[in-house]
């Protein structure tokens, strides 16, 4: 089944980009999704199918898929985006949604 | 707008059981497929269950060893989880969420909190 590797922490200053990573076998070929969740709040949906955006989401969000890398990009950082970031697909072997183990963006 | 609000969380001595239930409004429940997630404290999403639009398609996740139900009920646009033998690592908030295609949920509850102890 897919497993799906995270970095635990992305550190970045406002104003600058953070990039977050999801890697796994052959990611490229499936369809990425990214959620948000702030401490205390539900997941939101930030980027769907690797890279469209729901609306309602800043265009500062955006999603790139290629090979064993998945990255949801955030541009100009601010305090508002502090929170964590998880990505999830659809294993169609086991039929079983998997998740990264997430990301917690840090803004210095 | 959608709205989904969950319900039936408390507390739990091991081996107990309970019954999750999500209200769904806001949209044409019976043509989505619907999924549970759970957050143990501290910990990152665990997928739990997922059910078609219809109901004919089921899927759990392997943690879960036969112990939870997911069911729905198309004419009272309502979603639900029947979680039996539960454990204290079963301990955490449950979400209903909205699914796509491949995609585990657009919208998603407020989330319900489970607590097995004793």
């Known amino acids: 089944s897919d497993v799906l590797t995270q970095p635990p922490s992305v550190s970045v200053a406002p104003g600058q980009t953070a990039r977050i990573t999801c890697g796994g076998d052959?990611?490229?070929?499936?369809?990425v999704h990214w959620y948000q969740q702030k401490p205390g709040q539900a997941p939101l949906l930030v980027i769907y199918?690797?890279?469209d955006r729901p609306s309602g989401i800043p265009d500062r969000f955006s999603g790139s898929n290629s090979g064993n890398t998945a990255t949801l990009t955030i541009s100009w950082v601010g305090a508002g985006d502090e929170a964590d970031y998880y990505c999830?697909?659809?294993?169609?072997?086991?039929?079983?949604?998997?998740f990264g183990a997430g990301t917690k963006v840090i803004v210095l | 707008e959608v709205q989904l609000v969950e319900s039936g969380g408390g507390l739990v001595k091991p081996g107990g059981s309970l019954r999750l239930s999500c209200a769904a409004s806001?949209?044409?429940?019976?043509?989505?497929?619907m999924n549970w997630v759970r957050q143990a404290p501290g910990k990152g999403l665990e997928w739990v269950s997922f059910?078609?639009?219809?109901?004919?398609?089921?899927y759990h996740a392997d943690s879960l060893k036969g112990r939870f139900t997911i069911s729905r009920d198309n004419a009272k646009n309502s979603l639900y989880l029947q979680m039996n033998s539960l454990r204290a690592e079963d301990t955490g908030v449950y979400y209903c969420?909205?699914?796509?295609?491949?995609?585990?949920?657009?919208?998603w509850g407020q989330g319900t909190l489970v607590t097995v102890s004793s």
């Open positions: 969420a909205r699914a796509g295609w491949e995609l585990l949920g657009d919208f």
């Open positions: 999830q697909l659809w294993d169609s072997y086991t039929n079983h949604y998997v």
């Open positions: 806001g949209f044409t429940f019976s043509s989505y497929g």
């Open positions: 199918d690797d890279s």
């Open positions: 059910i078609s639009a219809s109901g004919t398609y089921i």
């Open positions: 052959i990611i490229g070929s499936k369809s």
